[in-house]
């Protein structure tokens, strides 16, 4: 896939003046400060990002007229490295303030826009990533050390190049630094991420047929509890709960807050709701809608009754006065209909009867001499006088 080396989108997603390129999903700051006048020249500060997860913020010391998706040289700590640019103006401060970046000597500056033969090295220093990736592996591997490495990046000009890995426990990759140093001729540098983030990295659907939330849109990872679970009465089965990094997924945290709220409203499990007919115990219940159902065996689901909370609660503040309801449904039980015998709405022998038979008509004979079109008009006898 060809690079526009213009807007640097690789031909995914659109480049304008408040949104970013579509491949940087995760670290998207849409600029609703893009249309005002002089937004740009209120400060000098530009967001910079790089391969998925990483960016930086840079001095445009040389004033130069950038917008997003252009493609710039930045300052690194051996040599320079290629970025597109994503934020400029008055909201690039705050996302400075954001990242707690309190000296100014961690922000360093913009060199140029990137040049032909920079994109070129650019190329093929990326092309090298996923040979040295399963390179590193192996070596990894042979060292035994108890780590994965998922994904490579080097920088712009090939200098340098930062190894992700992933690991249970600490680490001594004092050796393995050497080995890789010797073998790829670069700058070494090794960040650990947890799988979260290696999930963020490689991408995938899930369960929901959408794009992971930590490959597009999520940057800050929340510890996810069982407790998330229960109260949104979610089966605490590990295989469904678990999400493709095999820890539990985010999304059970987005909406925790509505189902606690809404499951104040709800009797405690251990509420025994008790009426003439019988005990009821507590089956399940759907907390957003109100419902609960309730079952007249502890341990089995017979006999299901599903009432509202706020019938609910008046059982069990009539059971607190020591009164019973004939039944826990609202407006006493109902009889079930009995099922219709759809044989006793017609007669069976109604397709037993004969039919009757139609009586011909017998031809009507003519005399001869008549004429045959109109029979002969009879006389009139005189009336007397």
């Known amino acids: 896939m060809e690079y526009n080396y213009k807007c640097g989108c690789r031909g995914r997603g659109l480049c304008a003046k408040g949104s970013n390129t579509g491949h940087y999903g995760q670290l998207n700051t849409f600029n609703y400060l893009a249309d005002i006048p002089e937004n740009?020249?209120?400060?000098?500060?530009?967001?910079?990002?790089?391969?998925?997860t990483r960016k930086g913020y840079f001095h445009n010391v040389n004033n130069l007229p950038l917008q997003n998706g252009d493609l710039v040289a930045v300052e690194a700590t051996a040599g320079h490295d290629i970025g597109t640019v994503t934020l400029t103006g008055k909201l690039v401060a705050l996302q400075i303030k954001k990242a707690n970046l309190k000296s100014n000597e961690e922000i360093r500056r913009i060199y140029r826009i990137a040049r032909p033969n920079d994109l070129e090295r650019y190329e093929a220093a990326k092309a090298r990533e996923h040979e040295t990736m399963i390179k590193s592996r192996q070596i990894a591997k042979d060292l035994g050390l108890e780590m994965k490495i998922g994904d490579v990046e080097y920088q712009g000009d090939g200098n340098k190049a930062i190894f992700y890995y992933i690991a249970d426990g600490r680490v001594d990759f004092r050796q393995l630094i050497k080995v890789l140093?010797?073998?790829?001729?670069?700058?070494?540098?090794?960040?650990?991420?947890?799988?979260?983030?290696?999930?963020?990295?490689?991408?995938?659907f899930g369960p929901c047929g959408r794009e992971l939330c930590c490959?597009?849109?999520?940057?800050?990872f929340v510890s996810v509890g069982t407790g998330s679970a229960?109260?949104?009465?979610?089966?605490?089965?590990?295989?469904?709960l678990a999400g493709q990094c095999a820890k539990l997924k985010c999304c059970m945290n987005y909406e925790v807050d509505q189902y606690i709220e809404a499951g104040q409203k709800i009797l405690h499990k251990d509420v025994i709701l008790q009426s003439q007919e019988g005990d009821y115990y507590f089956f399940k219940a759907d907390v957003l809608s109100g419902m609960i159902t309730y079952s007249s065996d502890k341990r089995l689901a017979a006999n299901l009754v599903t009432i509202t909370v706020d019938r609910a609660q008046e059982i069990a503040e009539m059971n607190?006065?020591?009164?019973?309801?004939?039944?826990?449904?609202p407006g006493g039980r109902k009889e079930p209909e009995r099922p219709v015998d759809l044989a006793t709405q017609d007669d069976l022998n109604r397709f037993d009867k004969k039919k009757k038979k139609k009586k011909k008509k017998k031809p009507h004979h003519h005399n001869e001499g008549e004429n045959n079109t109109q029979p002969?008009?009879?006389e009139k006898k005189p009336q007397d006088a």
Do not use: C, H
Not at 43 to 48: I, R
Not at 230 to 240: D, M
């Open 40 to 52: 740009q020249e209120v400060t000098d500060l530009v967001e910079v990002q790089f391969k998925n």
């Open 181 to 204: 140093a010797e073998e790829f001729r670069v700058r070494i540098e090794m960040k650990q991420i947890g799988a979260r983030q290696e999930a963020g990295r490689i991408g995938g």
């Open 215 to 220: 490959a597009t849109w999520m940057k800050n």
């Open 230 to 240: 229960r109260f949104q009465y979610l089966s605490l089965n590990p295989q469904k």
């Open 320 to 329: 607190k006065k020591g009164e019973k309801p004939e039944t826990i449904e």
């Open 376 to 378: 002969a008009a009879k």
